[in-house]
């Protein structure tokens, strides 16, 4: 295609938003746009009453650009607004058209981040986004090429849609799964032909075992819901009275660097230890009052509703303590880690959770005491085993394939970019 090469700062006027102060804020008026309304389009907006300069105000189909926090290009599709700091309106040049230039921005967004100052909240400086160099064409052959753009980008969101429902499938599929591990349905088959298989001789041994702990409670859990009846040989007990009692984390301060890992709330991925962001603690006595033993259960017991309730399994794979934010179940060792694992993430403990936590402004909390009257579906050792290699052996194939749809979604952005980076290099 035939083009003349050009910089940002020639195609466009760019406008940056208005400085406005908390103390302007007010519950009505018109929104004023910031970045994580750009973002986040479920996100809170501030309103201001008063009248601005009109260069300041937004109208749907003005396009945005992010300088700083998250770069990116918006078209702003709701009604009028105020504009914030760190965002340009930008104006194109009647040689340029809005969506072009849109495209562009969003093509070398990921170059600019390249060319961004700061650690915390990076932001990029006027002259290197001015001086970045753009092709344009004629004013036809810019609406081609968006065409062509939005054409294949239309097949592609297709194609994205289908792989999150996919996603949004497997974790149906994941409950299912589970609802039926711990509904005893999984090893239904497994229990005609282990007659023998009784739970007497070991609900005995575990409430042995509860009477012989120091300060030993009995729990009784709270009638918040109905609970899946359960098949001969089961039995509902409370999560209490299978452990010898739940404790806390350390809540001293961590350090960066240290010679011991402190697992906090952030560690506990997908019912696992994630050991890629790490803080650490020197001190002796603390390293030995929490050291967490191999097949350890642990409870995330406060965060956003979403989170609060997590479990994993610390499987020794090095030394490490856990945070106060924790509590470490100290189930006995007659009981399944795994069982209890994969329990804890079932929507039957979920749905018993969210009805006893407490709830604060920005986040809930489960107790130790609440945690212990938690409903848990007693079966005897060997089946907890059989019922971990039942889900195992599904739940493998259901990780196996949402790793694929996960590398496909990746590939799909790259895809993306490759599209843009094609069309502004005249080869679509």
């Known amino acids: 295609m035939a083009f003349t090469i050009k910089t940002l700062g020639t195609v466009a006027t760019y406008i940056n938003g208005r400085a406005f102060k908390p103390s302007e804020w007010e519950s009505h008026g018109l929104p004023i746009i910031r970045i994580q309304n750009l973002t986040n389009p479920s996100a809170k907006y501030n309103y201001t009453s008063v009248s601005h300069e009109e260069k300041y105000r937004v109208k749907k189909g003005d396009l945005l650009f992010a300088w700083s926090a998250s770069l990116g290009a918006y078209i702003w599709k709701n009604g009028d607004g105020w504009l914030n700091q760190h965002i340009f309106k930008v104006l194109p040049n009647p040689d340029i058209t809005r969506d072009y230039l849109y495209y562009f921005l969003i093509l070398v967004v990921s170059e600019l981040y390249a060319k961004s ?17 753009i092709p344009v064409p004629s004013l036809p052959e810019q609406e081609r090429i968006v065409a062509r753009i939005e054409e294949l980008f239309s097949q592609l969101d297709a194609s994205v849609a289908e792989l999150q429902t996919a996603k949004k499938r497997l974790k149906v599929y994941r409950q299912a ?70 404790e806390y984390g350390t809540s001293k301060k961590s350090l960066k660097v240290g010679a011991v890992p402190v697992i906090r709330m952030g560690n506990l991925q ?24 191999p097949n350890t259960v642990l409870f995330n017991r406060t965060n956003s509703p979403e989170l609060v309730g997590k479990t994993a399994i610390f499987r020794g794979e090095r030394e490490a303590i856990f945070a106060g934010y924790l509590i470490r ?24 959770g969210n009805r006893v936590k407490t709830d604060g402004v920005n986040q809930s909390n489960i107790n ?44 799909a952005e790259a895809l993306r970019q490759s599209i843009l980076k094609q069309a502004f290099e005249g080869k679509l």
């Not at 100052?117 to 160099?133: L, Q």
């Not at 005893?184 to 023998?196: A, F």
């Open 368 to 411: 130790g005491k609440k945690l212990c009257t938690y409903p848990f579906p007693l079966c005897t050792r060997a089946e907890q085993d059989q019922v971990v290699y039942e889900l195992e052996s599904r739940l493998s194939v259901c990780d196996s394939i949402e790793q694929t749809v996960d590398t496909a979604l990746q590939q």
């Open 270 to 293: 997908n019912g696992e230890i994630d050991w890629s962001d790490l803080v650490f603690t020197n001190d002796i006595e603390e390293i030995k009052k929490y050291r967490l033993k």
């Open 117 to 133: 100052h700061g650690t915390g909240m990076v932001h990029i400086t006027k002259a290197p986004f001015m001086e970045t160099k």
């Open 177 to 246: 799964v589970l609802k039926e591990a711990f509904e005893g349905k999984l090893t239904e088959c497994w229990r005609k032909e282990h007659p023998e298989n009784s739970l007497d001789d070991y609900w005995a041994e575990i409430c042995k075992k509860k009477e012989e702990c120091h300060n030993a409670q009995h729990y009784q859990m709270k009638e918040v819901m109905t609970l899946p009846e359960l098949p001969d040989g089961w039995k509902w007990v409370c999560v209490g009275d299978i452990t010898s009692g739940p």
């Open 329 to 352: 179940l100290n189930q006995f060792d007659c009981i399944n880690p795994e069982y209890l694992n994969y329990y804890m993430n079932s929507l039957i403990a979920k749905n018993y």
